[in-house]
């Protein structure tokens, strides 16, 4: 049986076209689920861009305001892929009309506005969905539930690392990622969510943690309005301030008896997309690195010392969701392919009417997370990881 689910998109920029993109291809990557997604209305606030969009992705018609997204009556669910400073005010507005959203992590610019968040939808009684792709990549659904099944014995040691080199060009634009005021903190809420995200899915709730921050360049080039990513370089003319955090780095204690680090930065030299993570237990462990995404190594020791040590398995079949994507093994899949997993996903469970992981519940989990680690930046001590109310 077919389900139609008319769809909005907020903030046609790179995310937004590829949220777009990713609901065109439901249907085919995943027939059998009957999800039928409706491309009904995007919004930009660059005329052109929203047209571009309506055209290439194929909705129904674009607009300059969200607010006529949310109007749409033939609109469902709502992905909001625009900049940190808008989501408080649109996801509201969304749950108020009863939409359902998909909103880009980390939803709030601050843990406190990621919970003010989490609150409205929950008022609402509407689904939520966070966008945490790399926790979809089959090899990481494969390696939780290797952990959950106990194959690695008692998790131990956990390390986690985001290093990315977007913006180690002193010579980068000034965009909204920079930028306190629109996007709240830099690597801790746009790199270390998805680090906290994969540690709490794989080893669990975090205890306390203890960390430090840094700003390595403190001012860029101020960019063309409506123009241009993060990944944007200027030229020689005015620039502006830096007002968040380049580096962020953590010690972490794990409820049930783990420990291990994080560490994220947006100017490390040479590291393209370096989402990584490490986990130990009593009787193996796993590794993990988003740019070899379709490689595990993985440590099952049999008491032979001739090789003892990690292997390599290529992602397969066999594994959770590659099927959809390719017959045989060791094909490579990439980024947008785990969006749409994420779309498949967010979209199956606004068709059941239940609510799916990873909900405005987890990234509240792991806002909890994120301000213990700020904390400590002041104190220079231990922080708990407390509820946000």
């Given amino acids: 049986m077919t389900q139609a689910i008319g769809i909005g998109v907020i903030g046609m920029g790179w995310m937004g076209q590829v949220h777009a993109r990713a609901y065109r291809q439901v249907p085919d990557r995943f027939p059998e689920s009957g999800l039928a997604p409706r491309l009904v209305v995007c919004a930009d606030d660059v005329p052109a861009r929203a047209e571009e969009s309506r055209s290439r992705m194929g909705f129904e018609r674009c607009t300059t305001d969200w607010r006529e997204v949310l109007a749409d009556p033939d609109v469902q669910a709502v992905s909001v892929t625009t900049p940190n400073h808008l989501h408080r005010e649109i996801v509201q507005a969304a749950a108020k009309a009863g939409k359902h959203v998909f909103c880009e992590k980390p939803v709030g610019r601050s843990p406190l506005e990621t919970a003010q968040i989490a609150q409205a939808a929950r008022e609402a009684n509407i689904l939520s969905w966070v966008g945490f792709n790399y ?46 005021e629109l996007a709240g903190s830099g690597t801790l809420g746009d790199l270390m969510s998805h680090v906290v995200d994969s540690a709490l899915m794989l080893a669990g709730p975090i205890r306390r943690v203890v960390g430090n921050q840094r700003t390595f360049i403190t001012e860029r080039a101020l960019p063309a309005a409506g123009q241009g990513t993060h990944f944007s370089t200027g030229s020689d003319g005015p620039k502006g301030p830096v007002t968040n955090e380049d580096y962020v780095g953590a010690l972490v204690e794990f409820t049930d008896g783990a420990v291990g680090t994080f560490e994220v930065c947006r100017v490390a030299k040479g590291h393209g997309c370096e989402m990584a993570w ?24 049999d008491g032979h010392p001739a090789h003892d040590g990690h292997a390599i398995i290529q992602a397969g079949p066999q594994h959770p969701y590659f099927a959809a994507f390719y017959p045989g093994p060791a094909n490579s899949m990439g980024y947008e392919d785990l969006k749409v997993i994420e779309a498949y996903e967010f979209l199956k469970s606004v068709a059941a009417g239940q609510q799916g992981q990873p909900g405005f519940a987890d990234i509240l989990s792991v806002a909890e997370v994120l301000a213990a680690i700020e904390r400590s930046w002041s104190s220079h001590k231990w922080e708990n990881v407390e509820v946000i109310s």
């Avoid at 659904?141 to 998790?155: E, H, M, N």
């Avoid at 490490?278 to 020791?301: C, F, Q």
Wanted: charged letters at 20%.
């Fill in 278 to 301: 490490e986990v130990d237990g009593t009787l193996g462990s796993l590794k993990w690195n988003y740019e070899r995404m379709n490689e595990l190594a993985i440590h099952l020791p």
């Fill in 135 to 180: 926790r979809w990549a089959p090899l990481v659904q494969f390696s939780r539930q290797l952990i959950a099944d106990g194959t690695l014995g008692r998790l131990t040691h956990y390390r986690g690392r985001f290093f990315v080199d977007y913006g180690s060009n002193p010579n980068g634009v000034l965009s909204w990622r920079f930028q306190r």
